[in-house]
């Protein structure tokens, strides 16, 4: 089943410009989670954030929660051609002792020089 | 790609034949994870393991088969059994899965199966 819906689904930008991505996701959660994905290699984590947090921020990357909205979004400044990946939104639930990560479909980005 | 290695990195099979793809880890993680990953569908999970000799079905475990005898080891089945096994696999380790507030997953680089 699909928690994180990533939109849009492709991001093509010049080099130097800011890339926005978004995610929602349907029921509660208590993180939420950007990964990158370099074309045929596995997933890299970028940054966490949580349901009691509102906003993060790790170099280039920023990171918005908005739980009323069950939204997220990942704003990547000052692109660089070297930024050119899929982006995954994760959602963590838990369920009693355990926690599931579920992932979104992913936005392809590709940053022109 | 962290402290985690899968092999081989492509592979080949053909039909109606098993075939055992490896993931070990040196992180000193307790959870791993299996996923599968199709064009277009994203991550799909397999099967997890939270701690040694412990391992639960994901969400498509149908036609896989994983064992956890050691910490660092998580290797996946895939039988004859499953019906479209070509595909992206990936394997993930985390400090945890049960409990732990900050569970971001650690991946592998990931085994390309194609079956002839």
């Known amino acids: 089943s699909q928690q994180g819906e990533e939109d849009p689904q492709a991001l093509s930008i010049q080099e130097g410009e800011n890339a926005t991505m978004n995610c929602s996701y349907k029921t509660s959660i208590n993180n939420l989670q950007w990964y990158r994905q370099n074309s045929g290699r596995g997933l890299v984590h970028l940054i966490l954030?949580?349901?009691?947090?509102r906003e993060k921020h790790s170099g280039r990357l920023r990171v918005t929660l908005d739980t009323s909205k069950k939204s997220s979004s990942l704003l990547i400044t000052a692109s660089r051609a070297a930024d050119t990946a899929s982006y995954f939104c994760?959602?963590?639930?838990?369920?009693?002792?355990?926690?599931?990560?579920?992932f979104g479909k992913g936005i392809t980005l590709s940053v022109r020089p | 790609d962290g402290g985690i290695t899968q092999s081989p990195k492509y592979l080949f099979r053909k039909e109606g034949q098993n075939v055992t793809l490896s993931c070990e880890q040196n992180?000193?993680?307790?959870?791993m994870y299996w996923y599968r990953q199709d064009p277009g569908q994203g991550l799909r999970l397999i099967y997890y393991s939270q701690i040694v000799n412990d391992f639960q079905k994901g969400d498509i475990a149908e036609g896989y088969s994983v064992s956890r005898e050691k910490k660092e080891s998580f290797p996946l089945t895939v039988t004859s059994a499953q019906k479209n096994p070509t595909a992206f696999y990936l394997c993930?380790?985390?400090?945890?899965?049960?409990?732990?507030?900050?569970?971001?997953?650690?991946f592998g680089p990931g085994t390309r199966l194609t079956v002839l």
């Open positions: 993930a380790s985390s400090i945890g899965a049960g409990g732990i507030r900050r569970n971001e997953q650690f």
């Open positions: 954030i949580r349901s009691n947090e």
């Open positions: 994760a959602t963590t639930t838990f369920t009693g002792a355990n926690s599931k990560l579920t």
């Open positions: 992180l000193n993680h307790d959870a």
